[in-house]
């Protein structure tokens, strides 16, 4: 993917670093590089080492080089990332593609060794494990073989794909979170590659198959994530088409406060940036703040891209990228190379120059406060001052006690979705002291949002707002030493004032490296953290992805019967509706110390600066003032307890893995045997039928409307990754095929089996369906029968009779992660076109990859100012265009409706570039690709 056949700028040139040459493109052959964004130069390069003269051309590169800032994106060019990273929940169904397009390349007289991965591709696993059990010592044993019990199948079947692959590696289960090992040992910053006997340097990118992929933008590596079917077409060749972006310059002056962390900046730029608005733009940070900046504060910046929604948000190469690269363990020659090439192509960063830049924002860091961000976005930052009475006006949305039609609470219908798990449940921390423990809501509240409930067999009630999880986790925080040091000490400073976690909430500790566990043994704050029932559950993104586990019993039963609105407070990036624990309605975004705050305190109707969390020996209250940790002592703390031999020996075997994973079977050969018992992993049906030549694109006439949504429709909406309902389709499948209630698993887990999958799309707990009043969960109306169904029955139904679907949707359809099974899932239920007022960015991408069209609304139009209730059938005119090889701009939509006159307006086609009009063409990318192998 590196070969470059044209050099029409003569930037072919040799680089010396301590003895060795490399092979360089350099920048400065380009007029008008030396202006262009940090971002931008890294893609000037790549434009230059893989000229060919047809797809990427000498006027690319000029057009890039002459980059109009004030410009809006029209100018479309290919960037060939370096390496692929991916996690295992989107990991599995990419090898389940690749394994399958060997067979079809090979039915259509092709060589199905040319399905390989052309660049490196990583995998990480860190999306499987559960917490089942929590608050013991043992919980990491136990819930690691709770995974391998549950994952085997999957598990051997990655480890097929890493000996039938050529460049493809797996990273065991156990080891840390994607993004974390990304930056501590898989990115490089600067890559190397021989060709053509010739040693070559180039700036490290990727693109990922996790939308927080950004995390590795704090490193300075340009990267971003991309749905799966993209990122196989990228391992297997193809560039990622895109326009040439704005650029917003953020600068950063002043250092954050005593009192606040990365995370409360983490939020604080989240907004300011969701407010100004960044979707389909780069971010990238300069100025004299940014080397005030540490690498892992930077990481922690970069992975929220996704939630303010730009496409990467980077920082420049300094002394703090290389410093963090020696920390992490690279070698001396890495590190001299690292420098060398970013100082000769420009790449340093300078606080005295100020590129170019399309918008700008400044943020100083000294007015940074503590926040918190809920109870169901990431944007919606909350001061934490303000987080009481903020908590008490969101309940008035959560606790009216609204009922299903047969008399249920919503919850109640919910409760068997997330069921107790078969292992140790775990410990409500701490002995009773014989005097009844309460989660009241405080003096103040009204009294019908007020609901008492007592816990079976316990010896407290709770109320609306307790915290009934309380997590560490996930790639965010857990990947920053100094709000994870932070926590630890105040856990220290807790436990010797007498404070106690609250019994009902369910606490746990999941790392993004096991680095993180080493430095707290280091530092002698493991026994502090497990006193408080922060006990190591596992190495992964586990509540932040809904792998939180079950909540026990009888405190689930508890707020099930009484319809509590109950909370959990996390230090991911992830809080939308459903995604956390079927029994939450309301998630909070926390730093990691204020995660161990919030589990003292045991309900988020508290006020830190006012309430004490408990008393001391002495019977002296105690408030969270009187334990926060002193910023000075935690550098200190840091600067003694880690080392680069830690990163060092925790990634010395990194591919290796534990007894475990090299015990399993593993199967041989250059094809996959698909077993056709297996309920995880199965081959697609995508390439059934596929000719050599794509057949011509037609309009659509007669659509229904499958669902019709609201604004801000994320892809958790949209392809749940958490548990599967006993009743839902996907559960009935499951059930019939002989799997018991207990070995559902998730349906994350089963990404690799597209009957699950198609089964659950739009089947997530808290969607909400508009052709349906007052309904929550995957349910529509069958226009064939006006009755309401499960969607995947209706689309069925649908299916029988050769009607097409169509999705109505509102602002920012499709936002949160790049879930290729979002678009999967809709394409195979029969949806041809989604109608949204408009799209998140990757989402939008993964649509045309499964040949689903992206339409939008008018300027200022939704479906509601047009009068449409989703009863209309639908007609578009205008796609048959795309066969005479151009896009159009618009379609003509229809809509009609009994007793009502006829609908029509002209929706914008999100076709965005040419090479999205091929993939459109062939019916989706894959096809794209597989027949562009064949032909060549």
Same mark, same amino acid.
């Given at each position: 993917?590196?070969?470059?056949?044209?050099?029409?700028?003569?930037?072919?040139?040799?680089?010396?670093?301590?003895?060795?040459?490399?092979?360089?493109?350099?920048?400065?052959?380009?007029?008008?590089?030396?202006?262009?964004?940090?971002?931008?130069?890294?893609?000037?390069? =790549?434009?230059?080492?893989?000229?060919?003269?047809?797809?990427?051309?000498?006027?690319?590169?000029?057009?890039?080089?002459?980059?109009?800032?004030?410009?809006?994106?029209?100018?479309?060019?290919?960037?060939?990332?370096? !390496?692929?990273?991916?996690?295992?929940?989107?990991?599995?169904?990419?090898?389940?593609?690749?394994?399958?397009?060997?067979?079809?390349?090979?039915?259509?007289?092709?060589?199905?060794?040319?399905?390989?991965?052309?660049?490196?591709?990583?995998?990480?696993?860190?999306?499987?494990?559960?917490?089942?059990?929590?608050? !013991?010592?043992?919980?990491?044993?136990?819930?690691?073989?709770?995974? %391998?019990?549950?994952?085997?199948?999957?598990?051997?079947?990655?480890?097929?794909?890493?000996?039938?692959?050529?460049?493809?590696?797996?990273?065991?289960?156990?080891?840390?979170?994607?993004?974390?090992?990304?930056?501590?040992?898989?990115?490089?910053?600067?890559?190397?590659?021989?060709?053509?006997?010739?040693?070559?340097?180039?700036?490290?990118?990727?693109?990922?198959?996790?939308?927080?992929? *950004?995390?590795?933008?704090?490193?300075?590596?340009?990267?971003?994530?991309?749905?799966?079917?993209?990122?196989?077409?990228?391992?297997?060749?193809?560039?990622?088409?895109?326009?040439?972006?704005?650029?917003?310059?953020?600068?950063?002056?002043?250092?954050?406060?005593?009192?606040?962390?990365?995370?409360?900046?983490?939020?604080?730029?989240?907004?300011?940036?969701?407010?100004?608005?960044?979707?389909?733009?780069?971010?990238?940070?300069?100025?004299?703040?940014?080397?005030?900046?540490?690498?892992? =504060?930077?990481?922690?910046?970069?992975?929220?891209?996704?939630?303010?929604?730009?496409?990467?948000?980077?920082? &420049?190469?300094?002394?703090?990228?290389?410093? %963090?690269?020696?920390?992490?363990?690279?070698?001396?020659?890495?590190?001299?190379?690292?420098?060398?090439?970013?100082?000769?192509?420009?790449?340093?960063?300078?606080?005295?120059?100020?590129?170019?830049?399309?918008?700008?924002?400044?943020?100083?860091?000294?007015?940074?406060?503590?926040?918190?961000?809920?109870?169901?976005?990431?944007?919606?930052?909350?001061?934490?001052?303000?987080?009481?009475?903020?908590?008490?006006?969101?309940?008035?949305?959560?606790?009216?006690?609204?009922?299903?039609?047969?008399?249920?609470?919503?919850?109640?219908?919910?409760?068997?979705?997330?069921?107790?798990?078969?292992?140790?449940? %775990?410990?409500?921390?701490?002995?009773?002291?014989?005097?009844?423990?309460?989660?009241?809501?405080?003096?103040? *509240?009204?009294?019908?949002?007020?609901?008492? *409930?007592?816990?079976?067999?316990?010896?407290?009630?709770?109320?609306?707002?307790?915290?009934?999880?309380?997590?560490? *986790?996930?790639?965010?925080?857990?990947?920053?030493?100094?709000?994870?040091?932070?926590?630890?000490?105040?856990?220290?400073?807790?436990?010797?004032?007498?404070?106690?976690?609250?019994?009902?909430?369910?606490?746990?500790?999941?790392?993004?490296?096991?680095?993180?566990?080493?430095?707290?043994?280091?530092?002698?704050?493991?026994?502090?953290?497990?006193?408080?029932?922060?006990?190591?559950?596992?190495?992964?993104?586990?509540?932040?992805?809904?792998?939180?586990?079950?909540?026990?019993?009888?405190?689930?039963?508890?707020?099930?019967?009484?319809?509590?609105?109950?909370?959990?407070?996390?230090?991911?990036?992830?809080?939308?509706?459903? #995604?956390?624990?079927?029994?939450?309605?309301?998630?909070?975004?926390?730093? &990691?110390?204020?995660?161990?705050?919030?589990?003292?305190?045991?309900?988020?109707?508290?006020?830190?600066?006012?309430?004490?969390?408990?008393?001391?020996?002495?019977?002296?209250?105690?408030?969270?003032?009187?334990?926060? &940790?002193?910023?000075?002592?935690?550098?200190?703390?840091?600067?003694?307890?880690?080392?680069?031999?830690?990163?060092?020996?925790?990634?010395?075997?990194? $591919?290796?893995?534990?007894? #475990?994973?090299?015990?399993?079977?593993?199967?041989?050969?250059?094809?996959?045997?698909?077993?056709?018992?297996?309920?995880?992993?199965?081959?697609?049906?995508?390439?059934?039928?596929?000719?050599?030549?794509?057949?011509?694109?037609?309009?659509?006439?007669?659509?229904?409307?499958?669902?019709?949504?609201?604004?801000?429709?994320?892809?958790?909406?949209?392809? &749940?990754?958490?548990?599967?309902?006993?009743?839902?389709?996907?559960?009935? %499948?499951?059930?019939?095929?002989?799997?018991?209630?207990?070995? $559902?698993?998730?349906?994350?887990?089963?990404?690799? =089996?597209?009957?699950?999958?198609?089964?659950?799309?739009?089947?997530?707990?808290?969607?909400?369906?508009?052709?349906?009043?007052?309904?929550?969960?995957?349910?529509?109306?069958?226009?064939?029968?006006?009755?309401?169904?499960?969607?995947?029955?209706?689309?069925?139904?649908?299916?029988?009779?050769?009607?097409?679907?169509?999705?109505?949707?509102?602002?920012?359809?499709?936002?949160?992660?790049?879930?290729?099974?979002?678009?999967?899932?809709?394409?195979?239920?029969?949806?041809?076109?989604?109608?949204?007022?408009?799209?998140?960015?990757?989402?939008?991408?993964?649509?045309?990859?499964?040949?689903?069209?992206?339409?939008?609304?008018?300027?200022?139009?939704?479906?509601?100012?047009?009068?449409?209730?989703?009863?209309?059938?639908?007609?578009?005119?205008?796609?048959?265009?795309?066969?005479?090889?151009?896009?159009?701009?618009?379609?003509?939509?229809?809509?009609?409706?009994?007793?009502?006159?006829?609908?029509?307006?002209?929706?914008?086609?999100?076709?965005?570039?040419?090479?999205?009009?091929?993939?459109?063409?062939?019916?989706?990318?894959?096809?794209?690709?597989?027949?562009?192998?064949?032909?060549?």
């Amino acid at each position: 993917m590196t070969v470059s056949t044209v050099n029409s700028f003569g930037a072919k040139e040799t680089l010396g670093v301590d003895g060795t040459d490399y092979e360089i493109y350099a920048l400065d052959a380009v007029e008008g590089h030396e202006k262009l964004p940090y971002s931008l130069k890294i893609l000037l390069e =790549n434009l230059l080492r893989t000229e060919d003269g047809a797809n990427i051309t000498a006027d690319h590169v000029r057009a890039l080089g002459s980059w109009d800032p004030e410009a809006e994106p029209s100018v479309e060019i290919q960037f060939t990332p370096a !390496r692929v990273i991916m996690q295992d929940f989107t990991g599995v169904p990419c090898v389940v593609d690749l394994a399958t397009m060997r067979e079809a390349v090979e039915e259509l007289g092709g060589d199905p060794e040319k399905i390989n991965p052309l660049a490196p591709a990583e995998l990480v696993i860190d999306h499987s494990v559960m917490i089942d059990v929590a608050g !013991r010592l043992d919980a990491l044993e136990q819930n690691m073989e709770l995974e %391998y019990e549950r994952n085997r199948e999957r598990y051997q079947f990655l480890r097929w794909g890493q000996t039938a692959f050529d460049d493809f590696k797996v990273v065991p289960p156990g080891t840390g979170i994607v993004h974390q090992v990304n930056i501590e040992y898989l990115a490089r910053t600067v890559m190397t590659r021989e060709v053509d006997g010739v040693l070559r340097a180039y700036p490290d990118s990727c693109v990922g198959t996790d939308s927080h992929t *950004t995390m590795v933008n704090g490193l300075g590596v340009l990267g971003w994530g991309v749905g799966g079917i993209e990122a196989e077409a990228a391992m297997l060749g193809q560039p990622v088409s895109m326009l040439i972006p704005r650029v917003v310059g953020f600068k950063l002056t002043g250092e954050i406060p005593a009192a606040a962390t990365a995370t409360d900046v983490v939020l604080t730029i989240t907004e300011m940036l969701r407010q100004h608005g960044v979707v389909g733009k780069f971010v990238e940070f300069y100025g004299e703040g940014v080397a005030q900046v540490p690498l892992a =504060n930077r990481a922690t910046i970069g992975n929220m891209s996704p939630e303010f929604g730009s496409t990467c948000a980077i920082f &420049p190469i300094d002394d703090v990228t290389v410093d %963090y690269l020696r920390l992490t363990g690279r070698t001396d020659e890495q590190l001299a190379l690292v420098e060398a090439y970013a100082k000769r192509q420009g790449l340093w960063h300078d606080a005295a120059t100020e590129p170019s830049y399309s918008e700008y924002l400044e943020l100083d860091l000294s007015t940074v406060v503590p926040s918190i961000a809920g109870p169901k976005r990431p944007q919606d930052r909350i001061v934490l001052t303000e987080a009481k009475d903020q908590f008490r006006a969101d309940l008035e949305n959560y606790a009216d006690g609204e009922t299903e039609e047969d008399g249920s609470s919503v919850d109640e219908s919910l409760r068997e979705s997330f069921p107790a798990s078969d292992a140790p449940s %775990y410990d409500p921390h701490g002995e009773s002291d014989g005097e009844p423990r309460h989660a009241p809501m405080h003096a103040g *509240t009204t009294e019908r949002a007020s609901r008492p *409930t007592a816990v079976k067999g316990q010896n407290f009630d709770i109320d609306h707002g307790i915290v009934s999880i309380a997590s560490i *986790t996930s790639c965010t925080n857990t990947s920053n030493p100094s709000v994870m040091m932070a926590a630890g000490l105040l856990a220290k400073n807790a436990v010797e004032k007498g404070l106690a976690s609250k019994p009902w909430v369910k606490t746990s500790l999941a790392p993004g490296s096991q680095v993180v566990t080493g430095y707290y043994e280091k530092a002698g704050l493991t026994p502090y953290l497990n006193d408080l029932g922060f006990q190591l559950v596992g190495y992964g993104c586990t509540t932040c992805i809904g792998n939180s586990g079950p909540l026990s019993p009888e405190i689930s039963e508890a707020i099930n019967d009484a319809d509590l609105a109950v909370t959990s407070v996390l230090s991911g990036n992830r809080n939308f509706e459903g #995604r956390i624990n079927p029994d939450v309605k309301m998630n909070y975004l926390a730093s &990691p110390p204020l995660v161990i705050a919030y589990a003292l305190a045991g309900t988020m109707d508290f006020d830190f600066e006012h309430d004490p969390l408990g008393q001391d020996a002495d019977g002296k209250d105690v408030f969270l003032a009187d334990i926060w &940790p002193n910023p000075t002592e935690v550098e200190q703390v840091i600067s003694e307890s880690i080392s680069q031999e830690m990163f060092k020996e925790d990634y010395a075997d990194v $591919f290796k893995g534990d007894e #475990r994973w090299r015990s399993l079977d593993t199967p041989e050969g250059a094809t996959f045997g698909w077993d056709a018992e297996s309920t995880y992993v199965r081959k697609p049906p995508y390439f059934e039928g596929m000719e050599a030549e794509p057949a011509p694109v037609e309009d659509i006439d007669g659509a229904r409307v499958l669902v019709k949504l609201g604004d801000s429709t994320t892809t958790d909406h949209i392809s &749940p990754a958490g548990s599967i309902k006993a009743d839902s389709p996907a559960g009935q %499948y499951l059930r019939d095929h002989g799997v018991e209630r207990k070995d $559902f698993n998730s349906y994350g887990s089963r990404r690799g =089996n597209h009957e699950v999958m198609i089964r659950g799309t739009f089947a997530n707990i808290r969607i909400k369906n508009q052709l349906l009043d007052g309904v929550e969960g995957g349910y529509t109306k069958n226009f064939l029968t006006g009755e309401q169904e499960f969607i995947y029955d209706a689309a069925q139904a649908y299916a029988e009779r050769d009607i097409p679907l169509v999705v109505l949707a509102g602002k920012e359809y499709g936002t949160g992660s790049s879930r290729d099974w979002a678009a999967k899932g809709t394409m195979l239920l029969g949806v041809k076109a989604v109608i949204a007022e408009s799209y998140e960015r990757i989402h939008r991408s993964n649509l045309i990859g499964m040949g689903v069209l992206p339409l939008q609304f008018p300027q200022g139009e939704s479906a509601e100012s047009l009068g449409l209730t989703g009863e209309e059938t639908f007609s578009i005119s205008g796609i048959t265009a795309l066969n005479d090889g151009t896009t159009p701009t618009t379609v003509t939509v229809t809509a009609t409706r009994e007793g009502a006159d006829p609908v029509e307006f002209d929706a914008v086609v999100r076709i965005d570039t040419p090479g999205e009009a091929d993939y459109f063409r062939n019916g989706g990318i894959l096809q794209y690709v597989l027949r562009s192998l064949v032909a060549a």
